[in-house]
């Protein structure tokens, strides 16, 4: 990665080993518009570090993140992931911030202003008529971007082909405009097009929802801002090692202004409910114990051969170690955080990400497999002294 971008240079870490009975390492991507250069940093010390996803699942930014990863070669990741993120980050409103929270506040404050009144290059861009001014059924009607500049920039940085060639599991999500009901779209399923992953980051009424077949989908996060259910709920008997990259926090301060109010409640919102995901997919795990248990205490004679698959199928259920990465909103962030796409700030975010990944890869012991009667474990390093 050249240093003159920006980004934390791509020095080459000694490789951190695959744990051992790991059979999937995973990339959980959660949406979150301009904080998403976060997951760029953790993507980057991840491929420093030798340890390249074999599952890349993502929503809204986080799916695009995910294509960027899994429709590239790996020497080629970074290099797509770095002009992406430098392309729509192009515009710099302030050329200088003196030092202080106040000043970076205001920065933050006009850029975002910036974006919601003109787009963002390379992303999106207004209409030229209020949606509010045309009349039903009209084109432009149900939203107030036009993201046809995003599907430009994807058309030159992602290779549907190798997307679709199964090296790496692809999955994204999003949401059925008519029925309500959340859906993953998967390369192991189907043919993903870019039709997917607009669909996946097509957040209302921002955006216009994307027409795949005779559907319409929204943005994923306006039901759930994680797959990491997705992952967990795959019927196999692989263990993984998941990185989980979230980009609000479901923990914060008491508001004290109505910016604070705001704020606060878009991170409750969409932050990822991992525990809740966790405790659950632990609970199934124990019951699914108990009942393996139950069946070997059979006779053979007695049990069925769907009994009999069952029991083999319980032998061998799947454990998870989750490593989660959550943004850590800085005190000069407003509630307009998630489109604030200034330069300075996507540094910020990216580099960010990139010490959490690197801090937590120097835990080898959280790297390792939770013992089988536990079946999930997760660490967090700004959690760490917690005892999760």
Known sequence: MPPSNGHPSGHRYAPVPRPDNCGRIALVLQGGGALGAYQGGVYQALHESGLEPEWVSGVSIGAINAALIAGNAPERRLTALCEFWDRITDRNIWPYTPDGDIYRQSRNTVSALTTALFGQPGMFSPHKTNPWLLPPGAKDATSFYDNTPLRQTLEELVDLKRLNSGDVHFSVGAVNVLTGNFVFFDNRREEICLEHVLASGALPPAFPMVRIGTD?????????????????????????????????????????????????????????????????????????????????????????????????????????????????????????????????????????????????????????????????????????????
Do not use: C
């Open 216 to 388: 319409y989908f929204w943005d994923g996060g306006i039901v759930s801002n994680t797959p990491l259910q997705h992952l967990l709920a795959q019927d196999d008997d692989v263990n993984s090692l998941v990185f989980q990259v979230d980009l609000f926090s479901a923990r914060g301060d008491l508001p004290r202004t109505m910016s604070d109010v705001l704020g606060r409640h878009k991170d409750i919102m969409y932050s990822s409910r991992t525990r809740h995901v966790t405790d659950n997919f632990a609970r199934l795990q124990r019951w699914k114990a108990r009942a393996f248990e139950a069946l070997v205490k059979v006779p053979e004679a007695d049990l069925t051969e769907e009994q009999r698959q069952m029991r083999e199928k319980l032998a061998k259920l799947p454990q998870a170690t989750i490593l989660q990465l959550i943004y850590q909103q800085k005190s000069y962030e407003g509630n307009a955080r998630d489109y604030e796409f200034s330069p300075d700030s996507m540094h910020e975010h990216w580099k960010n990400g990139h010490e959490d990944t690197v801090s937590t890869l120097q835990r080898k012991d959280w790297l390792n497999m939770p013992p089988a009667n536990i079946g999930v474990v997760t660490h967090d390093v700004h959690r760490e002294n917690e005892g999760r």
